[in-house]
């Protein structure tokens, strides 16, 4: 595959020695054919060249791991329902990475193009403070390789 969007994340991982794991272009579309959904191809990208893991997202607490990927998404629906907030997304989207079992998200919506913009929700923060609403909602970049580049620049290698 080649990279039309994440560069810098070829660089990053070359320049770190950083092992990877790709997910493999079946695995992809098997997650694609299973949940019935068509992802964007900046994301492809990422997942087939980072793999399964990439430490400028986990590190700050994130799990971005290809394995938890259906679950993250299936719990942010069940958390959406269960935090009255289910009409708050309306269109398809697909978690990318969560924290404390998908209640707080980042996500993109599968409509919005190959380099889809990056969008945050903290469900209980969302819920709990409405007079700050914006600060828990929104979102965080115009890009997906935007999103991934804030994350490899504020990356620091001693917190591994």
Do not use: C
């Not at 994340?9 to 079946?26: A, G, Q, R, W, Y």
């Not at 299936?74 to 935090?83: I, P």
């Amino acid at each position: 595959m080649s990279l039309q969007y994440i560069q810098k994340v070829e660089d990053f991982i070359t320049k770190s020695n950083k092992k990877s794991f790709p997910v493999l272009p079946d695995e992809i579309n098997d997650l694609e054919k299973k949940n019935k959904i068509t992802l964007p191809k900046s994301y492809k990208e990422f997942l087939f060249f980072t793999g399964k893991y990439f430490a400028p997202l986990d590190i700050n607490g994130l799990s971005a791991e290809f394995l938890i990927l259906e679950k993250a998404n299936e719990n942010a629906r069940s958390n959406l329902k269960e935090y009255g907030l289910e009409k708050l997304i309306t269109k398809d989207f697909w978690v990318i990475a969560e924290m404390d079992g998908s209640v707080f998200i980042h996500y993109i919506f599968l409509d919005e193009g190959d380099n889809p913009p990056v969008y945050t929700l903290d469900m209980e923060g969302y819920t709990e403070f409405p007079d700050m609403r914006d600060e828990f909602y929104g979102k965080m970049t115009n890009s997906f390789s935007d999103y991934v580049e804030a994350y490899i620049e504020s990356y620091d290698p001693k917190y591994d």
